[in-house]
C-alpha cells in the first residue's frame, strides 16, 4: 500500500509543478495592459553578468499602458534600455536619466486572436502533460499487481489518478478562459 500511496503523491505533485509552469506561461503573454511580469526572463548586463531585471531594478505599472523600471544603480539605465529593445518583446523604452519608461501598445484585434491562439496552445501542451503523468502513474500502478497488491486496491488508485486528472485539466481550463478574457478585453 506504501507504494500505492507513493505513486499518486508523485503523480499530484508533477500534476502540480505542470498547473503552475502553464500559469506562468500564460502570464507572460502579454494582453495589451502593462504588467510588471512581462519583463520577467528578460536578462541586463550587470557587471559582465547576464542578470534577470528584477534583480537589478524595481518594476512597477504606472498606469495599465505605462511600466516604470528604476535601476538601482543608475548606471545600468542604458543597460536596462539595450536589453529591453534587444529582446523579443516590440517594446520601445525612454530613458529619462532617471527611469526607464516603456509605453504599451494597444493590441489589434489581429494581435488578440493570435494570443488566444497561443494561449490554447500553451493549455493543450498542459493538458498533454497531465494526461501523459496520469499514463505514467497508472502504468506503475499495474506493475504493482506482479508484487501481490490487489486488484481492488490498484483499481482504486487508477480511479483517484483519474480524478487528479480530471481536477488538473479543468484548473488549466481555467486558467485559459481567464487569459482569453483578459486578451480579448479592450
Do not use: C
Not at 534577470?52 to 495599465?64: H, K, L, M, R
Not at 490554447?120 to 506503475?140: F, L, M, Q, T, Y
Amino acid at each position: 500500500m506504501e507504494d500505492i500511496k507513493f505513486y499518486l503523491e508523485h503523480a499530484e505533485e508533477l500534476m502540480e509543478k505542470t498547473l503552475n509552469h502553464t500559469h506562468g506561461v500564460m502570464s507572460k503573454i502579454r494582453a495589451g495592459k502593462a504588467m510588471p511580469n512581462m519583463l520577467d526572463g528578460l536578462l541586463v548586463e550587470y557587471y559582465g553578468n547576464p542578470t534577470p531585471i528584477n534583480q537589478v531594478a524595481t518594476i512597477n505599472s504606472q498606469d495599465a499602458r505605462t511600466l516604470v523600471i528604476k535601476p538601482w544603480e543608475k548606471n545600468i539605465i542604458s543597460d536596462i534600455e539595450k536589453a529591453i529593445i534587444n529582446s523579443d518583446l516590440g517594446l520601445n523604452p525612454q530613458n529619462d536619466g532617471e527611469l526607464v519608461r516603456i509605453n504599451i501598445p494597444a493590441l489589434t484585434e489581429e494581435r488578440r486572436v493570435e494570443l488566444v491562439k497561443v494561449a490554447r496552445s500553451e493549455a493543450e501542451h498542459g493538458r498533454v502533460s497531465i494526461r501523459n503523468i496520469r499514463k505514467d502513474a497508472n502504468d506503475h500502478l499495474k506493475r504493482l499487481l506482479k508484487e501481490h497488491i490487489s486488484e481492488d486496491a490498484v483499481k482504486d488508485a487508477e480511479d483517484e489518478v483519474q480524478k487528479m486528472t480530471n481536477d488538473y485539466i479543468t484548473k488549466i481550463e481555467e486558467i485559459l478562459k481567464k487569459k482569453e478574457e483578459d486578451i480579448m478585453t479592450v
